[in-house]
């Protein structure tokens, strides 16, 4: 038997963590179920059980019900026969109650209808003359030990066949002599029966909600997927088209501003250079498609030809044993080289930028440093995307990144990024 019930998307949701993406994840329907309350109500577990179909109890219930009425004997309107009639109807009513929901009834107004059930099971036996009222008696006891807890089902159960083996061992009432007493005894033994599928039933809806709890997880988990996969992708399209178009237009501002000093060397300079960034770009996006495939790229031949596309030759220098990465920590490693020159352009025209990789064995560190600007600086402000989408790809890969002005030595004025990547 498979323990496993499908979960809907609106029912016990995971809470949203803080800076999450509020939009519904593909696949999952937001809108709730109409009719349906999803919060859980304290106390009630409307789940069906596997094995437990209510319509057996109400079967068996009108079953039991349906024979008193046929073999019970004798029922009137005076005497004897009122009474047996009055204690039928409130032996099938205290009966058909086991059909009412358990977060319905409270525990104590269980307690005291099924005592009074026993007692009046206990009176049927002793006033009817014939007929089959001891199963009352059964029924009621085996749905003690399902309803209450062990202890007061037990003692219940005790009292139940105490009381009726003293109806038939006193002849309480006209009932049959011949009866034999044993038979009130062995009334309280279905409570074991009871307490069995009580046990049966709890052990069940645990591992309901161990697989439901298991479901969410996995919902949450594929969640967490989709929005880190968003987060990538987000990181991506800003590293190729937010610096290219950024260096695209530098440069036509540029071919725009000579324009009017008529100096069409520098015009055609600044239009070379765009054209340059243009097929860097192209560049950029195929590395973007290798990427998002998973195609390992080579850490050093890539990063030596990032630096020189940026006008930087011989800048890259290596320390340690050099060793090809991961595609992760590679593609890590050059988008973060990608924005420090890139940002070194932006804010440090015409300065040299110097990249260093050094390889330990447990770890690689990135390092990009460029001197002051030698040419003036375009104002604007930058979107802080950049330093943002490092401190992620790092992060993402179980390392640091530093970033800030250089104080000494002979770029002191200058700017450097360091990143630390285990691996």
């Given at each position: 038997m498979r323990y496993v019930r499908p979960v809907s998307a609106t029912e016990f949701p995971p809470p949203p963590s803080p800076g999450a993406d509020p939009r519904p994840v593909p696949g999952q329907d937001p809108r709730p179920v109409p009719g349906q309350d999803p919060r859980p109500v304290p106390g009630q577990d409307p789940r069906p059980i596997p094995g437990q179909d209510p319509r057996v109890q109400w079967g068996l219930s009108l079953a039991v019900v349906a024979v008193g009425a046929l073999t019970i004997r004798p029922m009137g309107f005076s005497g004897q026969g009122l009474a047996v009639t009055v204690l039928f109807v409130l032996n099938s009513a205290?009966?058909?109650?086991?059909?009412?929901?358990?977060?319905?009834?409270?525990?104590?107004?269980?307690?005291?209808?099924?005592?009074?059930?026993?007692?009046?099971?206990?009176?049927?036996?002793?006033?009817?003359?014939?007929?089959?009222?001891?199963?009352?008696?059964?029924?009621l006891a085996g749905h003690i030990g399902y309803r209450l807890d062990t202890g007061r089902a037990l003692t219940l159960?005790?009292?139940?066949?105490?009381l009726c083996a003293a109806v038939l061992h006193f002849h309480l009432g006209p009932g049959d002599p011949e009866l034999p007493w044993l038979l009130g005894l062995t009334t309280g033994v279905p409570v074991v029966v009871g307490i069995l599928n009580r046990t049966q039933r709890r052990a069940v809806r645990s591992a309901l909600s161990a697989a439901e709890a298991a479901e969410r997880a996995a919902r949450a988990e594929a969640r967490t997927a989709v929005l880190t996969e968003r987060g990538r992708?987000?990181?991506?399209?800003?590293?190729?088209?937010?610096?290219?178009?950024?260096?695209?237009?530098?440069?036509?501002?540029?071919?725009?501003?000579?324009?009017?000093?008529?100096?069409?060397?520098?015009?055609?300079?600044?239009?070379?250079?765009?054209?340059?960034?243009?097929?860097?770009?192209?560049?950029?996006?195929?590395?973007?498609?290798?990427?998002?495939?998973?195609?390992?790229?080579?850490?050093?031949?890539?990063?030596?030809?990032?630096?020189?596309?940026?006008?930087?030759?011989?800048?890259?220098?290596?320390?340690?044993?050099?060793?090809?990465?991961?595609?992760?920590?590679?593609?890590?490693?050059?988008?973060?080289?990608?924005?420090?020159?890139?940002?070194?352009?932006?804010?440090?025209?015409?300065?040299?930028?110097?990249?260093?990789?050094?390889?330990?064995?447990?770890?690689?560190?990135?390092?990009?440093?460029n001197r002051p600007a030698t040419r003036a600086v375009t104002p604007g402000a930058g979107s802080g995307m950049g330093l943002i989408g490092m401190r992620e790809r790092v992060a993402l890969l179980g390392g640091s990144v530093s970033a800030g002005p250089v104080t000494e030595g002979q770029d002191q004025g200058g700017w450097q990024v360091e990143a630390v990547i285990p691996g």
């Open positions: 205290a009966l058909l109650a086991r059909a009412v929901p358990e977060h319905r009834v409270p525990p104590r107004l269980a307690l005291t209808w099924l005592a009074l059930g026993i007692a009046a099971a206990a009176a049927l036996i002793g006033v009817s003359d014939s007929g089959t009222s001891y199963l009352f008696a059964y029924f159960a005790a009292a139940c066949s105490l992708i987000a990181r991506d399209v800003h590293d190729v088209l937010a610096h290219s178009l950024a260096g695209i237009n530098m440069q036509l501002e540029l071919a725009d501003a000579l324009l009017d000093t008529g100096d069409l060397d520098k015009v055609r300079e600044a239009t070379a250079k765009a054209h340059g960034l243009v097929k860097e770009s192209l560049k950029q996006a195929q590395w973007t498609v290798h990427a998002l495939r998973e195609d390992a790229l080579p850490l050093l031949e890539s990063l030596t030809a990032m630096a020189e596309s940026a006008g930087h030759r011989d800048a890259v220098t290596v320390t340690g044993t050099v060793r090809e990465p991961s595609a992760q920590v590679t593609q890590g490693l050059l988008r973060i080289a990608q924005e420090a020159l890139t940002n070194a352009a932006r804010h440090a025209p015409g300065a040299r930028a110097e990249v260093e990789l050094a390889f330990t064995a447990a770890s690689i560190t990135l390092r990009v440093r």
